[in-house]
């Protein structure tokens, strides 16, 4: 047995910690985001099936005595014990949602099911990530989160944004139904070190193909917009929606609201690579949104957020991290 006062401590120093799991923890965002929380001092828990994800993501954390790594498929039921609950698994690029299409609407929505489940019967507060995806190819600009959005039900990009809506739908009915403690936010286009460098989202796409000097892709004319928010600011928007006490569930919109054409952006790529790619253009993806940019007047209002860094030094630091990553 444990002499009675060794045992206390630790039984103290366990329990001051709050415990939160980050599903899709080894993922881009979730590997940000269990850095963010072990340096505020939290026990983090990283559940993850490594679909998207890879463990060197998170390899650095693990010799950390409060991070702990778990496999697991979040399509399937998780008994753990947890005060708080940041559900991030989904792939979130169209080549790895559009892989297996069934599994992705699954993982959100048997996902959403399986977590909020646990966060009933544990009393956790639960957040969502869910997407501006849920607005589809909006017409209203720049969107605000009382818009409905406008979304092709049976699209091939319907499996991600459907589940995604679905997920909240879910989420809002087990707050209506069972009182738990939801948080949920709507993440706008995010980019920084990472991201996967074969993903086929813009910012990965541009930037590989600078570094190895190759054409430089560019879908319909290159006029459709996006904003893009920088992977810190975004993470501080997410860690302020779970900390909000003031029963603000959300959603709330979190992104970058500066808005940049697919052309301004391969300039960018080009002069911080000084990269002498060419520009060619392909046709326009199926249901590719034309423009999309977060309102986020509410964010502001009810986190004190907004993003910090600009596209060229958000751009510049992801840059330095693929240049680690690619052969010469
Ligand atoms: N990055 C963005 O721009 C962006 C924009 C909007 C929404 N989001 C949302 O944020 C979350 C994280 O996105 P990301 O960019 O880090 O993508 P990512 O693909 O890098 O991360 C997703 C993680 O979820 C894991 N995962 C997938 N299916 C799973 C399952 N069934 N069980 C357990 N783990 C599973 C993957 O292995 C991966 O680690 C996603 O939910 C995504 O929809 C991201």
């Known amino acids: ?21 980050v599903t899709g923890g080894a993922g881009f965002l ?30 650095h954390l693990l010799p950390h005595p409060a991070f702990e790594l778990l496999r697991h498929d ?25 892989f297996d299409p069934v599994q992705t609407t699954k993982t959100s929505v048997m996902g959403a099911i399986n977590m909020l489940g646990l966060a009933k019967r544990t009393k956790a507060r639960i957040l969502q990530a869910s997407t501006s995806e849920v607005y589809g190819d ?22 991600y944004d459907e589940g995604k809506r679905c997920a909240e739908t879910l989420f809002f009915d087990y707050y209506r139904q069972n009182a738990v403690d939801i948080r949920v936010v709507r993440i706008f286009n995010t980019s920084g070190p990472r991201m996967h460098p074969r993903d086929g989202r813009v910012v990965s796409n541009f930037i590989v193909q600078a570094l190895q000097g190759t054409d430089i892709t560019i ?4 006029r459709q917009t996006r904003s893009f928010c920088y992977v810190d600011d975004l993470i501080e928007g997410m860690v302020r929606m779970m900390n909000n006490n003031q029963q603000f ?3 709330v919109n979190i992104g970058n609201p500066s808005e940049f054409t697919m052309l301004e952006l391969a300039n960018a790529v ?30 502001a ?14 751009l510049k630091m992801t840059i330095d991290y693929f240049r680690t990553l690619l052969p010469r």
């Open 270 to 299: 080009l002069k911080l690579t000084g990269s002498s790619s060419r520009l060619v253009f392909a046709p326009l993806p199926d249901d590719d949104p034309r423009q999309r940019q977060p309102d986020i007047t509410l964010a």
């Open 30 to 59: 979730g590997s940000h985001l269990c850095e963010r929380l072990l340096a505020d001092g939290l026990e983090v828990l990283c559940v993850d099936n490594f679909f998207t994800g890879a463990r060197k993501n998170v390899e």
């Open 301 to 314: 209002d009810k986190l004190g957020w907004r993003p910090t860094v600009e596209l060229e030094r958000g």
């Open 1 to 21: 047995m444990y002499p009675a006062f060794g045992y206390h401590c630790l039984m103290k120093d366990y329990s001051l910690k709050k415990r939160v799991m």
């Open 74 to 98: 979040v399509t399937f039921p998780l008994y753990v014990e947890v005060d708080e609950i940041y559900n991030l698994a989904c792939p979130a690029s169209p080549v790895h949602y559009q």
């Open 249 to 251: 569930v959300g959603p």
């Open 219 to 222: 879908y319909g004319d290159g």
């Open 138 to 159: 909006p017409n209203v600009h720049p969107q605000p989160e009382s818009y409905w959005g406008h979304v092709n039900p049976i699209g091939p990009r319907s499996c």
